[in-house]
Protein backbone atom coordinates (compact mmCIF):
# COMPACT_ATOMS: atom_id res chain seq x y z
CA UNK A 1 0.00 0.00 0.00
CA UNK A 2 1.87 2.95 -0.96
CA UNK A 3 0.59 5.50 1.73
CA UNK A 4 2.56 8.51 0.32
CA UNK A 5 2.01 9.33 -3.12
CA UNK A 6 3.73 11.80 -4.91
CA UNK A 7 3.60 13.90 -8.74
CA UNK A 8 5.23 14.11 -11.20
CA UNK A 9 7.33 11.49 -11.93
CA UNK A 10 9.06 13.93 -13.90
CA UNK A 11 9.59 18.04 -14.57
CA UNK A 12 11.66 20.02 -16.15
CA UNK A 13 11.98 23.66 -15.67
CA UNK A 14 13.42 26.60 -17.00
CA UNK A 15 16.05 28.02 -15.19
CA UNK A 16 14.81 30.90 -12.96
CA UNK A 17 11.74 29.14 -13.10
CA UNK A 18 9.38 27.45 -10.34
CA UNK A 19 9.48 24.10 -9.96
CA UNK A 20 6.16 22.56 -7.89
CA UNK A 21 6.24 18.75 -6.36
CA UNK A 22 3.10 17.52 -4.87
CA UNK A 23 2.72 14.69 -2.48
CA UNK A 24 -0.49 13.34 -0.63
CA UNK A 25 -0.45 11.14 2.06
CA UNK A 26 -2.94 8.93 3.66
CA UNK A 27 -2.30 8.00 7.22
CA UNK A 28 -3.40 11.04 10.19
CA UNK A 29 -1.07 9.49 12.33
CA UNK A 30 2.01 11.59 10.43
CA UNK A 31 3.70 14.09 11.61
CA UNK A 32 6.66 14.64 10.53
CA UNK A 33 6.92 15.45 6.43
CA UNK A 34 10.51 15.89 4.90
CA UNK A 35 11.72 16.25 1.65
CA UNK A 36 15.08 14.36 0.35
CA UNK A 37 17.13 15.61 -2.27
CA UNK A 38 19.12 12.55 -4.27
CA UNK A 39 22.15 13.45 -6.63
CA UNK A 40 22.75 11.04 -9.25
CA UNK A 41 24.91 8.00 -7.56
CA UNK A 42 24.54 9.79 -3.95
CA UNK A 43 22.32 8.89 -1.32
CA UNK A 44 19.13 10.78 -0.36
CA UNK A 45 19.57 13.77 1.90
CA UNK A 46 17.46 15.90 3.99
CA UNK A 47 16.17 18.95 2.27
CA UNK A 48 13.83 20.32 4.24
CA UNK A 49 11.10 19.57 6.62
CA UNK A 50 7.94 19.89 8.37
CA UNK A 51 5.24 19.52 10.91
CA UNK A 52 1.70 19.83 10.37
CA UNK A 53 1.38 22.47 12.95
CA UNK A 54 2.85 25.19 10.50
CA UNK A 55 1.38 25.68 6.94
CA UNK A 56 4.31 26.98 5.14
CA UNK A 57 7.91 26.65 5.98
CA UNK A 58 11.01 28.62 3.64
CA UNK A 59 14.37 27.75 3.79
CA UNK A 60 16.18 29.90 0.96
CA UNK A 61 14.81 29.22 -2.30
CA UNK A 62 13.18 26.12 -1.23
CA UNK A 63 9.48 26.57 0.50
CA UNK A 64 7.23 23.62 2.06
CA UNK A 65 3.12 24.29 2.17
CA UNK A 66 1.76 22.06 4.09
CA UNK A 67 -2.22 21.62 4.06
CA UNK A 68 -3.16 19.53 6.74
CA UNK A 69 -7.19 19.17 6.13
CA UNK A 70 -6.43 17.90 2.38
CA UNK A 71 -3.78 15.66 3.84
CA UNK A 72 -1.42 16.89 0.95
CA UNK A 73 2.10 18.86 1.01
CA UNK A 74 4.43 20.39 -1.81
CA UNK A 75 7.67 21.50 -2.55
CA UNK A 76 7.98 24.79 -4.54
CA UNK A 77 11.37 25.62 -5.82
CA UNK A 78 12.04 29.30 -6.50
CA UNK A 79 14.69 30.66 -9.32
CA UNK A 80 15.40 26.97 -9.83
CA UNK A 81 18.74 26.12 -10.84
CA UNK A 82 20.90 23.54 -13.16
CA UNK A 83 22.29 22.72 -9.72
CA UNK A 84 19.03 21.44 -8.78
CA UNK A 85 18.27 19.27 -10.79
CA UNK A 86 17.73 15.84 -8.82
CA UNK A 87 15.55 13.45 -7.53
CA UNK A 88 13.18 14.49 -4.98
CA UNK A 89 11.57 12.20 -2.31
CA UNK A 90 8.96 13.73 -0.45
CA UNK A 91 8.21 11.83 2.79
CA UNK A 92 6.38 10.99 6.07
CA UNK A 93 6.85 9.51 9.46
CA UNK A 94 5.34 9.34 12.77
CA UNK A 95 7.90 10.86 15.31
CA UNK A 96 9.43 9.39 18.62
CA UNK A 97 9.71 5.31 18.94
CA UNK A 98 10.91 3.70 15.78
CA UNK A 99 8.57 4.66 13.17
CA UNK A 100 9.87 4.08 9.41
CA UNK A 101 10.11 7.00 7.02
CA UNK A 102 7.64 6.02 4.25
CA UNK A 103 8.79 7.56 1.26
CA UNK A 104 6.88 8.78 -1.24
CA UNK A 105 7.80 8.13 -5.54
CA UNK A 106 10.51 10.47 -6.28
CA UNK A 107 10.29 13.27 -9.00
CA UNK A 108 13.15 13.59 -11.49
CA UNK A 109 13.89 17.06 -12.04
CA UNK A 110 15.77 18.51 -14.66
CA UNK A 111 16.65 22.97 -14.61
CA UNK A 112 17.43 23.49 -18.58
CA UNK A 113 19.41 27.06 -18.77
CA UNK B 1 35.34 11.45 7.57
CA UNK B 2 32.62 10.22 5.97
CA UNK B 3 29.43 9.75 7.90
CA UNK B 4 27.70 6.38 6.89
CA UNK B 5 29.81 4.42 4.70
CA UNK B 6 28.99 1.20 3.11
CA UNK B 7 31.49 -1.03 1.14
CA UNK B 8 31.46 -1.96 -1.82
CA UNK B 9 30.02 0.78 -3.67
CA UNK B 10 29.24 -1.46 -6.54
CA UNK B 11 28.73 -5.51 -7.40
CA UNK B 12 28.76 -7.73 -9.47
CA UNK B 13 27.92 -11.11 -9.08
CA UNK B 14 25.87 -14.03 -10.06
CA UNK B 15 22.88 -15.90 -9.18
CA UNK B 16 23.13 -18.10 -6.85
CA UNK B 17 25.99 -16.88 -5.08
CA UNK B 18 25.79 -14.96 -1.47
CA UNK B 19 27.42 -11.61 -0.75
CA UNK B 20 27.43 -9.60 1.81
CA UNK B 21 27.60 -5.34 1.92
CA UNK B 22 28.76 -3.60 4.89
CA UNK B 23 27.85 -0.34 6.87
CA UNK B 24 29.71 1.63 9.11
CA UNK B 25 28.50 5.06 10.99
CA UNK B 26 30.51 7.36 12.94
CA UNK B 27 27.72 9.86 13.95
CA UNK B 28 27.00 7.77 17.20
CA UNK B 29 23.77 7.14 16.16
CA UNK B 30 21.69 4.24 17.95
CA UNK B 31 19.35 3.27 14.78
CA UNK B 32 20.45 1.91 11.56
CA UNK B 33 18.87 1.18 8.46
CA UNK B 34 18.71 -0.66 4.86
CA UNK B 35 16.92 0.52 1.93
CA UNK B 36 16.43 -0.78 -1.11
CA UNK B 37 16.18 1.55 -4.08
CA UNK B 38 14.79 -0.01 -7.46
CA UNK B 39 15.49 0.72 -10.73
CA UNK B 40 12.46 2.92 -10.93
CA UNK B 41 14.41 4.85 -8.28
CA UNK B 42 11.42 3.70 -5.42
CA UNK B 43 12.89 3.66 -2.15
CA UNK B 44 11.05 1.05 0.12
CA UNK B 45 12.76 0.28 3.89
CA UNK B 46 14.49 -3.52 4.56
CA UNK B 47 15.39 -3.41 8.28
CA UNK B 48 15.85 -1.47 11.14
CA UNK B 49 18.20 -1.59 13.94
CA UNK B 50 17.98 0.29 17.31
CA UNK B 51 21.27 -0.62 19.30
CA UNK B 52 21.82 -3.85 17.97
CA UNK B 53 18.26 -5.27 18.74
CA UNK B 54 16.13 -5.52 15.68
CA UNK B 55 13.06 -3.48 15.47
CA UNK B 56 11.44 -3.18 12.23
CA UNK B 57 11.80 -6.24 9.51
CA UNK B 58 9.65 -5.28 6.49
CA UNK B 59 8.58 -8.85 4.85
CA UNK B 60 11.79 -9.67 3.57
CA UNK B 61 12.66 -12.34 1.67
CA UNK B 62 14.60 -14.51 4.34
CA UNK B 63 17.38 -14.83 1.78
CA UNK B 64 18.28 -11.27 3.60
CA UNK B 65 19.51 -11.53 6.62
CA UNK B 66 20.99 -8.16 8.59
CA UNK B 67 23.70 -8.59 11.21
CA UNK B 68 24.89 -6.08 13.93
CA UNK B 69 27.61 -6.54 15.88
CA UNK B 70 27.58 -2.99 17.64
CA UNK B 71 25.73 0.04 17.34
CA UNK B 72 28.10 1.54 14.73
CA UNK B 73 27.61 -0.94 12.32
CA UNK B 74 24.79 -3.05 10.00
CA UNK B 75 25.81 -5.07 7.46
CA UNK B 76 23.22 -7.03 5.01
CA UNK B 77 24.36 -10.63 3.89
CA UNK B 78 21.98 -12.04 0.96
CA UNK B 79 22.13 -15.79 0.01
CA UNK B 80 21.12 -17.39 -3.09
CA UNK B 81 21.17 -14.32 -4.97
CA UNK B 82 18.32 -13.94 -7.49
CA UNK B 83 18.21 -11.37 -11.05
CA UNK B 84 15.44 -9.36 -8.77
CA UNK B 85 17.68 -8.47 -6.00
CA UNK B 86 19.65 -6.26 -8.44
CA UNK B 87 19.15 -2.77 -7.14
CA UNK B 88 20.67 0.09 -5.24
CA UNK B 89 21.06 -0.84 -1.42
CA UNK B 90 21.19 2.45 1.07
CA UNK B 91 22.63 2.01 4.50
CA UNK B 92 21.40 5.03 6.56
CA UNK B 93 21.29 6.08 10.26
CA UNK B 94 19.58 8.34 12.89
CA UNK B 95 18.77 9.19 15.94
CA UNK B 96 15.95 6.95 18.02
CA UNK B 97 12.93 8.33 17.18
CA UNK B 98 14.44 11.23 15.39
CA UNK B 99 13.42 11.95 11.86
CA UNK B 100 16.11 12.73 10.14
CA UNK B 101 17.92 9.79 8.33
CA UNK B 102 21.52 9.92 7.09
CA UNK B 103 21.89 7.52 4.60
CA UNK B 104 25.29 5.98 2.84
CA UNK B 105 25.96 6.38 -1.00
CA UNK B 106 24.40 3.56 -1.74
CA UNK B 107 25.98 -0.38 -3.09
CA UNK B 108 24.70 -0.95 -6.45
CA UNK B 109 24.05 -4.62 -6.74
CA UNK B 110 23.80 -6.36 -10.54
CA UNK B 111 23.17 -9.72 -10.35
CA UNK B 112 23.94 -10.84 -13.72
Known amino acids: QQQVKQSPQSLIVQKGGISIINCAYENTAFDYFPWYQQFPGKGPALLIA?????SEKKEGRFTISFNKSAKQFSLHIMDSQPGDSATYFCAASISGGYQKVTFGTGTKLQVIP | DTAVSQTPKYLVTQMGNDKSIKCEQNLGHDTMYWYKQDSKKFLKIMFS???????INETVPNRFSPKSPDKAHLNLHINSLELGDSAVYFCASSLPGATEAFFGQGTRLTVV
Open chain 2, 49 to 55: YNNKELI
Open chain 1, 50 to 54: IRPDV
